[in-house]
């Protein structure tokens, strides 16, 4: 089956600094990938949806500078979260779905704490 | 606009017993209706999704979910629970499978043994 992986799976920083979080398709070609978040005992949030070479489309109410999206290839997209704050934290899950009209796959989540 | 709503926080259920998560959903034309199911500090794992067709589906983990278009509504349900279904529960819909899904608010399944 699809597989979705997530790097690192955990990430603790201290504020002000940047992290990136990577999603990756192993098995297969991902030309849409979508990132969401999710605060503790929450439902999880789309933040913006990437196509493979293109800009990434956000969510309204998710800032494009604080958080960037790049998708660079088909199987990668990557996930900055800049002059990250303690607000930030949360549970990042990314998914990849390929070419036509096919499933959705969900990344394991990265959880990140800013201290 | 899609939404979905779980109107369950939480629900308890002996081990054994039937168990049923319930779902409404609110979207134009033919939805696409998911559930998903968390586990502790891990990702979704995907358990069903109704397209078309018969209006019962059936999913991972003996789980199956009905499609009520009169109701709006696409239930999980499962004819005898486990202690290891004990997780967080999400209802989803979507235009499409490929295209962004709307979660509901998730609804914690509690199974006692």
């Known amino acids: 089956g699809a597989v979705v992986s997530q790097h690192p799976s955990w990430v603790i920083c201290k504020s002000g600094t940047s992290v990136k979080i990577e999603c990756r398709s192993l098995d297969f070609q991902a030309t849409t990938m979508f990132w969401y978040r999710q605060f503790p005992k929450q439902s999880l949030m789309l933040m913006a949806t990437?196509?493979?070479?293109?800009?990434?489309?956000?969510e309204q109410g998710v800032e494009k500078d604080k958080f960037l999206i790049n998708h660079a290839s088909l199987t990668l997209s990557t996930l900055t979260v800049t002059s990250a704050h303690p607000e930030d934290s949360s549970f990042y899950i990314c998914?990849?779905?390929?070419?036509?009209?096919?499933?959705?796959?969900f990344g394991p989540g990265t959880r990140l704490t800013v201290l | 606009a899609q939404s979905v709503a779980q109107p369950e926080d939480q629900v308890n259920v002996a081990e054994g017993n039937p168990l049923t998560v319930k779902c409404t959903y609110s979207v134009s034309g033919n939805p696409y209706l998911f559930w998903y199911v968390q586990y502790p500090n891990r990702g979704l794992q995907f358990l069903l999704k109704y397209i078309t067709g018969d209006n019962l589906v059936k999913g991972s983990y003996g789980f199956e979910a009905e499609f009520n278009k009169s109701q709006t509504s696409f239930h999980l349900k499962k004819p005898s629970a486990l202690v290891s279904d004990s997780a967080l529960y999400f209802c989803?819909?979507?235009?499409?499978?490929?295209?962004?899904?709307?979660f509901g608010s998730g609804t914690r399944l509690s199974i006692r043994p």
């Open positions: 990437s196509n493979e070479g293109s800009k990434a489309t956000y």
């Open positions: 998914s990849a779905s390929g070419r036509g009209d096919n499933e959705q796959f």
């Open positions: 989803a819909v979507s235009y499409s499978s490929a295209s962004k899904i709307i």
